[in-house]
Nanobody, 122 residues
């Protein structure tokens, strides 16, 4: 499966962005999926994950209450709604699919998108 992340950009602190992850090659309904991010000079970190049906979601503590992960299997697309953005949310955001371990571990995922850059200005 190929993943294409989009929706990043420049936003002021307190603003919102909606990231999309469009899949091709195979239906995403087969996979749990997730978002991770990597800030300059830092390791990639888990942000959020969602199970194959969308019935269960997982969030890193630093985004709980601000970010919402969702998916539309009919459109073969996953989303990340990001509200109340902070400068520390600045990073390249990656979508991923098919973890073979913990969905909250960035090393579990088999398929990765190319990333979309989010910059939050103060």
């Amino acid at each position: 499966v190929q993943l294409q992340a989009s929706g990043g950009g420049l936003v002021q602190a307190g603003g919102s962005l909606r990231l999309s992850c469009a899949a091709s090659g195979r239906t995403i309904s087969l996979y749990d999926m997730g978002w991770s991010r990597q800030a300059p000079g830092k390791e990639r970190e888990f942000v959020a994950a969602i199970n194959w049906s969308g019935s269960t979601t997982y969030y890193a503590d630093f985004v709980k209450g601000r970010f919402t992960i969702s998916r539309d299997n009919a459109k073969n697309t996953m989303y990340l709604q990001m509200n109340s953005l902070k400068p520390e949310d600045t990073a390249v955001y990656y979508c991923a699919a098919n973890p073979d371990g913990r969905v909250t571990s960035t090393t579990s995922y088999r398929y990765w998108g190319q990333g979309t850059k989010v910059t939050v200005s103060s």
